[in-house]
């Protein structure tokens, strides 16, 4: 009996645990949700892309049979469906209230005085009847690709049980989620600081993919393997970004340097400037 063998049992624990954290992290987007009361600033991709990642990779788990990947998939599709569900409910209501608060404008008295309100209230109308619009025509193209998805492992007669197309489609999804946070990259190297990539979930992400790459290699599973290998690099340029752009702790101390050296020749050239720490 190899090693693979001995500590697969427990790898697999271990995978489903932290990938099922990671998936968690959901609820803290939502709860800032709850907080401003809309989805106002909070893109919904994140919420998307793990849903219908997890309804194909469910699928995969059927076709390969493999019981880890089924139970780790239906937790996530479980929650996913819950924040999705969230995120469209207050996407809704924002814009029941933006026309609820432009209709109210267009009806005040005095519309000199509130032209302005009434334009703002319907320049964001516009906007939000623009994110709906898109919102409920991926989550239906969403749903019909799961249908298909579905229906097709199950009901046509495809090769090896549609695992090459799944597999394939699994490794784009896993990609495509994986590397969401370095799309903050350019904020990071135009403000030579980290601060606004997420560290929790930059360290979650490398734990969740060390251990899939590692559960890929002992099952001998390429469409594990695959996303997993890029997922580990991206991490580690993810985290590498933290040592080379400190966020905030050392920058923070040279800005207030720089302050004080300011008001410090202010107050050299002029005695009645007051030095303003």
């Not at 987007?29 to 194909?56: E, Y």
């Not at 990947?69 to 996530?76: D, E, K, Q, R, S």
């Not at 049980?161 to 489609?169: A, F």
């Given at each position: 009996?190899?090693?693979?063998?001995?500590?697969?049992?427990?790898?697999?624990?271990?995978?489903?645990?932290s990938t099922i954290g990671l998936f968690l992290c959901g609820l803290?987007?939502?709860?800032?949700?709850?907080?401003?009361?809309?989805?106002?600033?909070?893109?919904?991709?994140?919420?998307?892309?793990?849903?219908?990642?997890?309804?194909?990779?469910?699928?995969?788990?059927?076709?390969?049979?493999?019981?880890?990947?089924?139970?780790?998939?239906?937790?996530?599709?479980?929650?996913?469906?819950?924040?999705?569900?969230?995120?469209?409910?207050?996407?809704?209501?924002?814009?029941?209230?933006?026309?609820?608060?432009?209709?109210?404008?267009?009806?005040?008295?005095?519309?000199?005085e509130n032209d302005n309100n009434c334009t703002t209230s319907c320049?964001?109308?516009?906007?939000?009847?623009?994110?709906?619009?898109?919102?409920?025509?991926?989550?239906?193209?969403?749903?019909?690709?799961?249908?298909?998805?579905?229906?097709?492992?199950?009901?046509?007669?495809?090769?090896?049980?549609?695992?090459?197309?799944?597999?394939?489609?699994?490794?784009?999804?896993?990609?495509?989620?994986?590397?969401?946070?370095?799309?903050?990259?350019?904020?990071?190297?135009?403000?030579?600081?980290?601060?606004?990539?997420?560290?929790?979930?930059?360290?979650?992400?490398?734990?969740?993919?060390?251990?899939?790459?590692?559960?890929?290699?002992?099952?001998?599973?390429?469409?594990?393997?695959?996303?997993?290998?890029?997922?580990?690099?991206?991490?580690?340029?993810?985290?590498?970004?933290?040592?080379?752009?400190?966020?905030?702790?050392?920058?923070?101390?040279?800005?207030?340097?720089?302050?004080?050296?300011e008001d410090y020749d202010k107050y050299e050239n002029n005695n009645?400037?007051?030095?303003?720490?």
């Amino acid at each position: 009996m190899g090693f693979g063998t001995v500590i697969l049992p427990y790898l697999s624990v271990t995978a489903v645990a932290s990938t099922i954290g990671l998936f968690l992290c959901g609820l803290e987007i939502c709860a800032k949700i709850r907080r401003r009361g809309s989805t106002d600033g909070t893109g919904g991709a994140p919420f998307l892309i793990g849903f219908i990642s997890c309804v194909f990779w469910l699928q995969y788990g059927f076709v390969i049979a493999d019981r880890t990947v089924i139970f780790n998939n239906i937790v996530g599709l479980t929650l996913y469906t819950g924040y999705l569900s969230y995120y469209y409910i207050k996407t809704r209501n924002k814009a029941s209230w933006s026309i609820f608060h432009w209709t109210t404008q267009r009806n005040m008295p005095d519309k000199n005085e509130n032209d302005n309100n009434c334009t703002t209230s319907c320049s964001k109308l516009m906007t939000f009847a623009i994110e709906n619009y898109y919102l409920n025509r991926i989550i239906f193209l969403e749903l019909i690709c799961g249908a298909f998805a579905i229906y097709g492992v199950n009901h046509m007669e495809l090769e090896d049980g549609g695992k090459s197309w799944l597999g394939t489609v699994c490794i784009l999804l896993n990609i495509a989620t994986i590397g969401a946070p370095l799309f903050q990259i350019g904020e990071v190297f135009r403000t030579k600081s980290s601060e606004s990539l997420p560290l929790p979930l930059c360290l979650a992400s490398f734990a969740v993919s060390v251990q899939w790459l590692a559960y890929g290699i002992i099952v001998e599973d390429f469409v594990i393997q695959m996303p997993n290998y890029i997922a580990t690099f991206l991490s580690i340029v993810q985290l590498s970004l933290f040592v080379i752009y400190p966020a905030n702790g050392a920058r923070h101390g040279d800005k207030v340097y720089e302050k004080m050296k300011e008001d410090y020749d202010k107050y050299e050239n002029n005695n009645d400037i007051r030095l303003d720490i």
